[in-house]
T-cell receptor
Framework: NAGVTQTPKFQVLKTGQSMTLQCAQD?????MYWYRQDPGMGLRLIYY???????DKGEVPNGYNVSRLNKREFSLRLESAAPSQTSVYFC???????????FGPGTRLTVL | DQQVKQNSPSLSVQEGRISILNCDYT??????FLWYKKYPAEGPTFLIS?????DKNEDGRFTVFLNKSAKHLSLHIVPSQPGDSAVYFC???????????FGKGTRLHILP
């Protein structure tokens, strides 16, 4: 039982490059989330998916897109990376929206 | 507009003493509250929760108190241990279909 897995663990991009962060959960959870964590800013929600087939914007969605590929997988895409997107990205999942969330280990992204 | 506020960015406590982390919320519809713990380079992990029908929930060294009239909750750690040094996030959710809202976190330092 791996819980929530994220790939890659680290990534360095140049401004304007694109990339996709992958997330998968094996807990049969309905809801999945993408957060970013920056110093002094706590966890800020980028996008979430309440259930398979639905996605919604969170607090800071600009510059990102998401895909809920199936019940297990929820990916985050940066189409044209900017230095302001340098951050640690966490994926999380929960049984339902209001239940406790389980987090992945994070992806540390640097945009030069 | 922050719905979940942790007004102390950091807190230092002597090993063996009590650590008290505070959290305030503004939304009277919140009815489920959680605390998460986060170590550097790891994802947050769920610590303890409390429903609004209770005013106290205990799990080993960790106790969460809820004061609904003051819209305030606190996490008590007794006795504090070196492994408790981490960032603690308070979180809350409302009616069943609402997602969890996180505070910005408090960094706890346990001093030897």
């Amino acid at each position: 039982n791996a819980g929530v897995t994220q790939t890659p663990k680290f990534q360095v991009l140049k401004t304007g490059q694109s990339m996709t962060l992958q997330c998968a959960q094996d807990m049969n959870h309905n809801s999945m989330y993408w957060y970013r964590q920056d110093p002094g800013m706590g966890l800020r929600l980028i996008y979430y998916s309440a259930s398979e087939g639905t996605t919604d914007k969170g607090e800071v969605p600009n510059g990102y897109n998401v895909s809920r590929l199936n019940k297990r997988e929820f990916s985050l895409r940066l189409e044209s990376a900017a230095p302001s997107q340098t951050s640690v990205y966490f994926c999380a999942s929960s049984l339902q929206l209001s239940n406790e969330q389980f987090f992945g280990p994070g992806t540390r992204l640097t945009v030069l | 507009d922050q719905q979940v506020k942790q007004n102390s960015p950091s807190l230092s406590v002597q090993e063996g003493r009590i650590s008290i982390l505070n959290c305030d919320y503004t939304n009277s519809m919140f009815d489920y509250f959680l605390w998460y713990k986060k170590y550097p380079a790891e994802g947050p992990t769920f610590l303890i929760s409390i429903s609004s029908i209770k005013d106290k929930n205990e799990d080993g060294r960790f106790t969460v108190f809820l004061n609904k009239s003051a819209k305030h909750l606190s996490l008590h750690i007794v006795p504090s241990q070196p492994g408790d040094s981490a960032v603690y996030f308070c979180a809350a959710s409302g009616v069943r279909d609402d997602k969890i809202i996180f505070g910005k976190g408090t960094r706890l330092h346990i001093l030897p």
